[in-house]
């Protein structure tokens, strides 16, 4: 909840008339956001006005969008008639059939009204936001009403049907039957052949939990080598979800990885907060998440130089405690933290001015939403997040996995990262109210103005090294924003641009087939190099980016190898994957 705009109503008769009628408003709200799906109507008004007025006050580009589409009706027309195959790449069109009569004019007819939505949302003098509204929600209708979802309209529906005698319909029936179950908290009548349960299939690798408070647990993992470097690694995960995602199935887990070449590695595991939690702020998430487990981590290793990394939410984090570190008198109770060799920050934003589609719906009336709904428990369920990446990517993760369960009937093929993916956390309410507006509202981190302890930090106070990851296809973390941590810091910076998404992209173990990354260090001094041109001078190499990483990590530290440390006998609390990771709430 925004605090800073709270009422003082504890002297003030009026302002607790204005407290009680936004506590009673706020419920409204709350009652009322299922209608419509959890957002906002009226920033979806306000873009819709803004659309439809400039539409109407530009006569000109209306006659030619309606231009635009007479020519567009007439082709399909033409289309209908025997025209050629449409684009194939489209993915929703890859059986042969969609190439034929009478769909290949369904699906010309379909990407004809996506180029018209295209063109007809992007009118002059719109503002930026209410444009990336507009396209968007054009392109989710457009996605809904596609042929691609027409059941047993659609040629591979039909072909399956046929050879299977409707036995795909019968599945599908039941996979339906299975999701609701799943909702309602109960066993699915086929439960999938493989589980992956954290410390049984995944969350596997060797260690022991030896820190603990309120808010997470430090696991340190047991050495596999008898030497390893002086400087341990330190990763700070993202807590939207559970850490395991860096510690997956033994053959891609990173942390492994990472201790087979020879490190002493550490990783955060995040409480799953419950409305006992609604109270914890990010400055909370900061001091019991990085600060409290970097002096943990300074005790056990004698004070030696860390090299910290952190992953989406957990690297901008990662990057407030460096820069408040780093900053003239540091933190309180800094003189016991241990120094940082390196930050290292995958697929993690710094500057959300350009934040890519999680963007597209936040403003100060979706974040008053957001707000309200979270008021009633003091948080926002796993159930509302994961609704909210489904509705960001309904073409591929609500349209296509429906089609494939429901009328197709297959099951989906389990995996640990699915499993992960579906292992969802809460997040408090005033913690994420504090995120959204000062991060993707006011963007107080790349200009200067975030507070830690009361006083701001400035990114461009770091002086450690910096090994930043940017991931081709990052929806969630655009890596022309990631990007833009050139423009915030003048210290040694290494730049990778690896392919795939904002989760493959990271699990990304040395064999994956079909990966590549590029690197390009920027040294102090050296001119600004737009993420345009950035490849220009890059060097592109196959395989994966964790053995660049781990040279870097290597070639960062002190170059001496010392005993391999295991977690002491009296800081020992519970085996790896400790207790947090198991914390699963109802919502």
């Not at 009706?73 to 050629?84: R, V, Y």
């Not at 995120?435 to 103005?449: I, S």
């Not at 992209?505 to 050296?526: F, K, N, Q």
């Amino acid at each position: 909840m925004d605090t800073t705009s709270t009422p003082d109503a504890s002297t003030d008769p009026e302002q607790a008339a204005r407290a009680a009628a936004q506590a009673l408003d706020s419920r409204f709200h709350a009652a009322a956001a299922p209608l419509w799906g959890g957002l906002s109507p009226i920033s979806l008004a306000l873009a819709f006005t803004d659309w439809a007025l400039h539409l109407a006050t530009q006569p000109a580009q209306a006659a030619r969008l309606a231009a635009g589409a007479q020519q567009a009706a007439l082709q399909c027309w033409g289309q209908a008639l025997g025209g050629a195959p449409d684009d194939t790449r489209d993915p929703r069109f890859r059986h042969p059939a969609w190439q034929q009569w009478p769909w290949a004019p369904m699906v010309h007819a379909q990407h004809a009204a996506e180029r018209w939505w295209a063109d007809a949302t992007a009118l002059r003098g719109m503002t930026a936001h209410h444009q990336e509204m507009t396209r968007f929600l054009a392109r989710q209708w457009l996605d809904m009403l596609s042929p691609a979802n027409a059941g047993l309209a659609h040629p591979e529906v039909l072909q399956r049907t046929a050879e299977r005698l409707g036995g795909n319909l019968v599945d599908g029936a039941l996979n339906a039957l299975d999701a609701w179950r799943r909702d309602q908290g109960l066993a699915p009548l086929r439960p999938p052949a493989q589980a992956y349960r954290p410390g049984v299939e995944v969350a596997v690798t060797p260690g022991r939990v030896v820190h603990r408070n309120a808010l997470s647990e430090l696991i340190q993992y047991l050495p596999l080598t008898a030497n390893v470097q002086a400087e341990p690694v330190f990763i700070v995960p993202s807590w939207i979800m559970k850490y395991y995602i860096l510690d997956l199935s033994p053959h891609n887990s990173m942390v492994r990885w990472l201790v087979e070449q020879g490190h002493t590695v550490y990783i955060l595991s995040w409480h799953n907060p419950d409305e006992s939690d609604a109270l914890l702020g990010l400055e909370d998430y900061l001091e019991q998440g990085v600060l409290d487990n970097l002096a943990a981590i300074g005790r056990l290793c004698g004070g030696q130089p860390v090299h910290a990394a952190g992953y989406c939410l957990g690297g901008t984090l990662l990057s407030i405690a460096a820069a408040a570190l780093a900053r003239p008198g540091g933190v309180a109770g800094g003189a016991a933290l241990p120094p940082l060799a390196s930050v290292s920050l995958l697929a993690a934003e710094t500057d959300f001015a350009e934040p890519g589609e999680m963007g597209v719906l936040i403003d100060e009336s979706q974040v008053a939403l957001i707000e309200d709904m979270m008021a009633e428990r003091g948080f926002l369920s796993g159930r509302q997040m994961a609704g909210s990446f489904a509705y960001l990517h309904s073409r591929e993760l609500v349209w296509s996995q429906r089609l494939r369960a429901l009328w197709l009937g297959e099951a989906d093929a389990p995996s640990d990262l699915m499993a992960w993916n579906a292992d969802t956390t809460r997040m408090p309410a005033v913690m994420h109210s504090e995120y959204l507006r000062r991060c993707y509202l006011r963007n107080e981190l790349a200009e200067g103005r975030y507070p830690v302890q009361g006083r701001p930090v400035s990114l461009g106070d770091i002086r450690q090294p910096l090994f930043v990851v940017g991931t081709e296809q990052d929806h969630v973390s655009p890596w022309k924003s990631v990007y833009k941590i050139h423009r915030l810091v003048d210290g040694e910076l290494s730049f990778v641009l690896t392919n795939a998404g904002h989760n493959a992209g990271i699990v990304s173990e040395p064999g994956h087939p079909r990966r590549h990354h590029a690197l390009r260090t920027r040294a102090p001094g050296d001119p600004w190099v737009d993420p345009e041109h950035w490849a220009d001078g890059a060097e592109r190499r196959e395989g994966s980016w964790w053995p660049t990483w781990q040279a870097w990590l290597t070639a960062h530290g002190s170059g001496r190898r010392v005993k391999a440390r295991t977690p002491p006998v009296e800081s020992v609390l519970c085996d790896a994957p400790g207790t947090y990771v198991h914390e699963c709430h109802a919502d």
